[in-house]
C-alpha cells in the first residue's frame, strides 16, 4: 500500500497563478483532510470531506477549494496564489476524526 | 479562542530521562478525542497516541503515555527513557465536535547525549 501520496513535493508560483495539490490514498479511508502549516501555528485545517461528495471548510478555507468525486481522491486547489498561501501542505486520511490520520509527504508551496 | 495550547516552545532533555510534554484544551463537548503526534525534521506526522474523553485508564503506547486529567483539561504526554530519536516537534490535537481536528501549536523536544 502507497498510504497517502502527494503530489507535487516543491512548487513555486508568482502571485496570482492557479494550481491543484493532489492528493490520493489507498486505503479506502471515507475522511479526508487538508492542512496547513506554519512556523509557530501548528498545523491549521483547510478543507476536509467525510465521503465523497461531500466536503466542509476548516479554520482557513479562503483562497482554496476542493471537491471528493472519488474515494481516493482529495485535490486542493489555490485559485489565484498569494505570498501569504507560502507553506506547507499536508494531506491526511483516516476511518473518520477520531481515528489516527495518516499523512501524506506535504507539498512545500512558495508563492513570489 | 485557542482550543489546543501548548506552552511549551522548547524543551531540553539528558538522554534516558522522562520528559512530559504540556497540553491543555478547551471543549464544551462532552465527546472529544485527544491526540499527539510527533513530526521529526524529515517533516513527516507520525500518530503517537489517541484518548478518548470516556476512556476510563490513560492510554499508553510503548515508551509513549498521555497523562489525562479531565477535570485540569490537560493531555500530557508522558515519554520515558527519552532516546535521541525522540528529538522532534510535539503536537497535541483535539477532535473538534464531529469532524474536526484542531492542532496545537507545537514543543519542539531536544534530546541531548
Known amino acids: 500500500n502507497a498510504g497517502v501520496t502527494q503530489t507535487p513535493k516543491f512548487q513555486v508560483l508568482k502571485t496570482g497563478q492557479s494550481m491543484t495539490l493532489q492528493c490520493a490514498q489507498d486505503?479506502?479511508?471515507?475522511?479526508m483532510s487538508w492542512y496547513r502549516q506554519d512556523p509557530g501555528m501548528g498545523l491549521r485545517l483547510i478543507h476536509y470531506?467525510?465521503?465523497?461528495?461531500?466536503?466542509d471548510q476548516g479554520e482557513v478555507p479562503n483562497g482554496y477549494n476542493v471537491s471528493r468525486s472519488t474515494t481516493e481522491d482529495f485535490p486542493l486547489r489555490l485559485l489565484s496564489a498569494a505570498p501569504s498561501q507560502t507553506s506547507v501542505y499536508f494531506c491526511?486520511?483516516?476511518?473518520?476524526?477520531?481515528?489516527?490520520?495518516?499523512f501524506g509527504p506535504g507539498t512545500r508551496l512558495t508563492v513570489t | 479562542a485557542q482550543k489546543i495550547t501548548q506552552t511549551q516552545p522548547g524543551m531540553f532533555v539528558q538522554e534516558k530521562e522522562a520528559v512530559t510534554l504540556d497540553c491543555t484544551y478547551d471543549?464544551?463537548?462532552?465527546?472529544?478525542?485527544l491526540f499527539w503526534y510527533k513530526q521529526p525534521s524529515s517533516g513527516e506526522m507520525i500518530f503517537l497516541i489517541y484518548?478518548?474523553?470516556?476512556?476510563?485508564q490513560n492510554a499508553t503506547e510503548g515508551r509513549y503515555s498521555l497523562n489525562f486529567q479531565k477535570a485540569r483539561k490537560s493531555a500530557n504526554l508522558v515519554i520515558s527513557a527519552s532516546q535521541l530519536g525522540d528529538s522532534a516537534m510535539y503536537f497535541c490535537?483535539?477532535?473538534?465536535?464531529?469532524?474536526?481536528?484542531?492542532f496545537g501549536q507545537g514543543t519542539r523536544l531536544t534530546i541531548n547525549p
Open positions: 486505503m479506502n479511508h471515507e475522511y
Open positions: 471543549t464544551s463537548d462532552p465527546s472529544y478525542g
Open positions: 470531506s467525510v465521503g465523497a461528495g461531500i466536503t
Open positions: 484518548q478518548g474523553s470516556y476512556d476510563q
Open positions: 490535537a483535539m477532535r473538534e465536535g464531529a469532524q474536526k481536528l484542531v
Open positions: 491526511a486520511s483516516g476511518l473518520g476524526p477520531s481515528y489516527e490520520q495518516y
